[in-house]
């Protein structure tokens, strides 16, 4: 059974930083892919960041240059670094993973997911 368990949110101000961890209890190294998700209160979920099988990265366009996902395969934790928050990035974040060779292109292939964390940029 794997299980992803999120942590490291909370209330910060614009400008500020975070960073969430995401602990992952199965790693397959070479065969996931994990993500970043979040949620708005009344907007659907979006992505925000993945990290491939190989190391490979992709963001949203709005936390390009501000975010930055990361792994630790000999921890089996995901993280995301969190630079330059403003408030449009509070949301509850959620860590999701795949197996497979490939990334999912879309977040409901995602298998396995965490329970999320709170993250508030206040003005």
């Known amino acids: 059974q794997v299980q992803l368990v999120e942590s490291g949110g909370g209330s910060v101000q614009a400008g500020g930083s975070l960073r969430l961890s995401c602990a992952v209890s199965?790693?397959?190294?070479?065969?996931?892919?994990v993500a970043w998700f979040r949620q708005a209160p009344g907007k659907e979920r979006e992505g925000v960041a993945t990290?491939?099988?190989?190391?490979?990265?992709n963001y949203a366009a709005s936390v390009e240059g501000r975010f930055a996902i990361s792994r630790d395969s000999s921890e089996n934790t995901l993280y995301l670094q969190m630079n330059n928050l403003k408030p449009e990035d509070t949301a509850m974040y959620y860590c999701?993973?795949?197996?497979?060779?490939?990334?999912?292109?879309?977040?409901?292939?995602?298998?396995?997911w965490g329970q999320g964390t709170q993250v508030t940029v206040s003005s």
């Open positions: 990290l491939d099988r190989r190391g490979g990265t």
């Open positions: 199965v790693w397959y190294s070479g065969r996931v892919c």
């Open positions: 999701a993973a795949e197996f497979g060779r490939l990334c999912p292109q879309n977040q409901a292939d995602f298998t396995y």
